[in-house]
């Protein structure tokens, strides 16, 4: 379990209940954690956790040239998919009726949220509009073709698992708080995509971040 991990960890995963579960329950274990931390730590990076503890994944452990680069590279590409992102969210919470921002293990039932979209023309519309944000192809047309794209597309991008794909549910990974996370980032420093290879206050947010 060792190995797989870590593959998983360098490869940019985050490891949560819901998606990873043995690597989740793995990675719980103090000794064991320690041997990732170890294993990662002479590669240059550090075992981190979002803040509300729903997901690990690794960081840099210091900021240098080509970490700053990196950096940049990953923040444009966050920011380029980020109107999608949580304007998707949102939308399913505005669907489905629900309070609070869905969190790791909520479950969006597709033919609900389906029926809910169906019967409201706003809900319609900011659908049609989240789908002109994505990427890939533009599928059928229709409104379940569109649903079923940009959940493909969160399943990919690991926000997503099937919690059971013969009734078509979808539960939240905790990859999630990353998400919130980056977002409450990216309100406070609005130019730090831009200007990251200059020395700013923002430095310890970043690492831990990335």
């Known amino acids: 379990m060792f190995e797989q ?13 819901v998606r990873y579960p043995e690597a989740w329950r793995f990675l719980e274990d103090e000794a064991q ?18 803040r509300q503890g729903g997901a690990s994944f690794v ?8 970490e700053r680069r990196a950096m940049r590279e990953v923040f444009a590409a966050i920011k380029h998919d980020l109107r999608l992102l949580v304007g998707f969210f949102v939308h399913v919470m505005q669907a489905l ?8 293990g909520s479950l969006i039932e597709t033919h609900r949220l389906m029926a809910a979209i169906d019967e409201n023309p706003n ?3 900011d659908l049609q509009a989240l789908a ?38 979808y539960a939240v990974t905790g990859k999630i708080e990353y998400l919130q996370e980056v977002v409450d980032f990216l309100m406070e420093y609005q130019s730090i995509p831009d200007e990251i290879e200059e020395e700013s206050d923002s430095e310890p947010h970043q690492e831990q971040l990335l």
């Open 5 to 17: 991990t870590v593959t998983l960890l360098l490869s940019g995963e985050f490891i949560c209940d």
């Open 33 to 50: 954690r320690q041997d990732v931390e170890a294993f990662v730590g002479r590669l240059g990076r550090r075992l981190a956790r979002t």
């Open 59 to 66: 960081a840099y452990r210091e900021i240098g040239t080509d």
């Open 97 to 104: 009726r629900q309070d609070h921002f869905l969190a790791p």
């Open 123 to 125: 809900l319609r519309n």
């Open 132 to 169: 002109r944000l994505g990427r890939g192809p533009v599928g059928d047309g229709t409104l379940r073709g569109t649903l079923d794209r940009l959940l493909k597309r969160l399943r990919d991008d690991g926000y997503l698992v099937h919690a059971n794909p013969e009734r078509e549910i």
